[in-house]
């Protein structure tokens, strides 16, 4: 069981920076795939952001390369989401994610979200 907590989410101009952090419980963090994920208003969840336990591999969605950057530190067991140069299209509430499978972007375990909001 792996429980994850948001935060760092808030409100910011067009072209400023954000950073979201997602704490998670258990003594197996390193073992887990960790993403981000985002909902925008009347829009489905869509995936932002992978890195592989060891942190050695990292994938991003086309419209946020460049941009964002995930990173984790496993003695905190916490994962980071870097994002720079925000957009008002990337106002949503984001989601941390444990357990995600890279081939699929399926994940077992779920944070309860943090809102961003980026003003044109």
């Known amino acids: 069981q792996v429980q994850l907590v948001e935060s760092g989410g808030g409100l910011v101009r067009a072209g400023g920076s954000l950073r979201l952090s997602c704490a998670a419980s258990?003594?197996?963090?390193?073992?887990?795939?960790m993403g981000w994920f985002r909902q925008g208003p009347g829009k489905e969840r869509e995936f932002v952001a992978f890195?592989?336990?060891?942190?050695?591999?990292?994938y991003y969605r086309d419209s946020v390369k460049g941009r964002f950057t995930i990173s984790r530190d496993n003695a905190k067991n916490t994962v980071y989401l870097q994002m720079n140069s925000l957009q008002p299209e990337d106002t949503a509430v984001y989601y941390c994610?444990?357990?995600?499978?890279?081939?699929?972007?399926?994940?077992?375990?779920w944070g309860q979200g943090t809102q961003v909001t980026v003003s044109s």
């Open positions: 258990g003594r197996t963090f390193s073992s887990y795939n």
């Open positions: 994610a444990a357990g995600v499978v890279p081939t699929t972007l399926a994940a077992q375990y």
């Open positions: 890195i592989s336990g060891s942190g050695s591999t990292t």
